[in-house]
């Protein structure tokens, strides 16, 4: 590994290698927790949506109760980043171009 000092190329030091992969590792080692707080802030954006539905004045659908428990649940048993990855796959339009906040594998929404 090298680096840059006074615009002259070196070599890292063994000191400095060491810090560097402990860097990566740690990295690494976050991919699942940030991949699973990307799903949660959609998650929560879509339960947002329908916060207003579950007012002590109105009626809620039994259809947006198990849309919104289905929205909850939809971290269950992700244990991998290739598995939140699927959940957060967008749909497409008809030009298969992503259609912002739309999602594959989240659930249905029901009509209010």
């Known amino acids: 590994m090298k680096k840059y000092v006074n615009g002259e190329i070196v070599d890292l030091t ?3 290698i060491s810090a560097r992969q402990a860097e990566e590792t740690a990295w690494n080692n976050g991919a699942l ?7 949660r802030f959609e998650r929560n954006n879509l339960l947002k949506k329908t916060d ?5 004045d109105v009626t809620m659908s039994s259809e947006m109760t198990t849309y919104r428990q289905a929205l909850r649940d939809l971290t269950s048993g992700l244990d991998t980043v290739e598995k939140v990855k699927t959940k957060l796959e967008l749909n497409v339009d008809e030009n298969n171009k992503p259609i912002s906040g739309s999602f594959k594998n989240f659930p249905e929404k029901p009509t209010e």
């Open 52 to 56: 207003w539905l579950a007012n002590s």
């Open 14 to 16: 063994a000191e400095e």
């Open 33 to 39: 927790d940030r991949a699973l707080e990307e799903l």
